[in-house]
């Protein structure tokens, strides 16, 4: 068992997360090769990047469209399985509260995702997405305004 304590600092969460991480993929890999079981996986956005796993079947909580791409990073990695699947969820807070994501990033995936019935159609709305993101971020010149603020202190 692994402890996060409050008074840790992030760069001692670092270390903790890697080994925690390592950990899990040493498991599960010993526990595939001894049995032919299969293992659900339940945990937060830790198993989005860097962590070599994969899953026949994803069930991920709706998030910008990047978090949705990263998870897929572990479904059928070993190409396993032809019927693989990831299905996104909605909030059970009925949708209006996006923490720990922007809002902006909430709506434009929403946006993509009600249309796309694949992942070559995910794949390929990845431009447009970051594009619409960038475009409404500039809308917004948050520099400048931080800058206005620092400078009357």
Request: proline letters at 2%.
């Amino acid at each position: 068992m692994l402890n996060f304590e409050r008074q840790s600092t992030n760069a001692d969460f670092r270390p903790l997360i890697d080994r925690s991480s390592q950990l899990l993929i040493d498991v599960m890999h010993f526990e595939k090769e001894r049995s032919n079981e299969q293992y659900m996986l339940v945990s937060t956005q830790v198993v989005e990047a860097g962590v070599d796993i994969s899953f026949s079947q994803v069930y991920r909580e709706k998030a910008p469209l990047d978090g949705i791409i990263q998870v897929m990073g572990r479904l059928n990695r070993k190409v396993e399985t032809r019927d693989a699947r990831l299905t996104v969820f909605e909030y059970d807070n009925g949708g209006d509260d996006f923490r720990p994501y922007s809002q902006l990033e909430m709506r434009e995936s929403e946006e993509i995702l009600r249309e796309v019935k694949d992942s070559i159609q995910l794949y390929s709305s990845l431009a447009e997405y970051y594009k619409s993101i960038s475009e409404k971020n500039e809308t917004k010149n948050y520099s400048s305004e931080l800058w206005s603020h620092l400078c009357n202190l």
